[in-house]
């Protein structure tokens, strides 16, 4: 299975990537993880996509797709993989698509995860993530009163890029941006939406629902 997931911030794609992925048995490839990897880490890359991600804008294509190329060329991408952040304009779907052409695949399905706007600003807002081992968390609705990972024990953080300036940024930079995939995808016809309003778990089982028909 080639799974790619679409949505605004905040629709919920990092935290049901966790489990999608793991049903699946496929690795799940976040580009804004791997770019926060990167920054972390003080790498070149690193430091040329903070500039970015700081700003709520899009790192430059040919630096995103160089290291998704990378990536897929990994032994574990060869059966399939699930992509988070990846695509996240046209330019960079039309690359894929030729990029996966050159490795003899195509993509089997595209997953949109439909969500208001208004829910999205509070599922930002209350974001914190795992610095050890990278879960998603929410303060309000995991009842986070501490800042410790329930599931490692390392402690949460909350991203740079969820204060309100820039979470405003980052959803401009959706609509302008990210929001002409989903003509893309439906002209392809790969793409399938899922309603991602609701508890974590709804969501999981409807989008695994809307899978079914792919999974061999
Ligand atoms: P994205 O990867 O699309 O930016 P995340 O998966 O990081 O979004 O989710 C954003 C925030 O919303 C996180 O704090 C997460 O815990 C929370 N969240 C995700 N899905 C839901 C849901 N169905 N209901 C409530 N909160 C959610
Ligand atoms: P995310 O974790 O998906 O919310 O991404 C965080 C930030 O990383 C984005 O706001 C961008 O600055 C950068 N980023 C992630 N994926 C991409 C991509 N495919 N193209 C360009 N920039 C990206």
Redesign the pocket.
């Known amino acids: 299975m080639r799974l790619v997931l679409v949505g605004p ?1 905040g629709a919920g794609k990092g935290t049901q990537a966790q489990y999608i992925a793991s049903n699946l048995s496929i690795p799940k490839i ?4 791997i ?1 926060r990897a990167n920054v972390s880490g003080g790498t070149e890359l690193g430091k040329l ?1 903070k500039e ?2 700081d700003r ?4 430059p294509d040919e630096v ?1 797709i160089a290291m998704v190329r990378d990536r897929l060329s990994e032994d574990d991408a060869q059966d399939g993989f699930l992509l988070d ?4 304009n046209v330019p ?1 779907a039309e690359i894929l698509k030729k990029m996966l052409a050159e490795f003899g695949v195509v993509l089997d399905i595209v997953l949109e995860l439909v969500v208001d706007e208004d829910e999205v600003v509070r599922r930002l807002a209350g974001r914190r993530t795992c610095s050890q081992c990278g879960r998603i968390w929410h303060v309000d609705f995991d009842d986070k009163k501490d800042d410790i990972c329930d599931a490692c024990g390392g402690s949460l953080y909350q991203r740079d ?1 969820d204060k309100e300036e820039t979470v405003r940024r ?1 959803l401009e930079v959706y609509q302008e941006q990210t929001a002409p995939l989903i003509t893309f995808y439906a002209d392809e016809e790969i793409l399938v939406g899922v309603d991602a309003a609701g508890p974590v778990e709804e969501v999981t089982h409807r989008a695994m629902e809307a899978l079914a028909p792919y999974i061999g």
Do not use: E, H, K, N
């Open positions: 911030p976040s580009t804004g993880d770019f996509a970015y991600m709520g804008d899009l790192v995103t952040g990846f695509p996240r960079q890029d980052r």
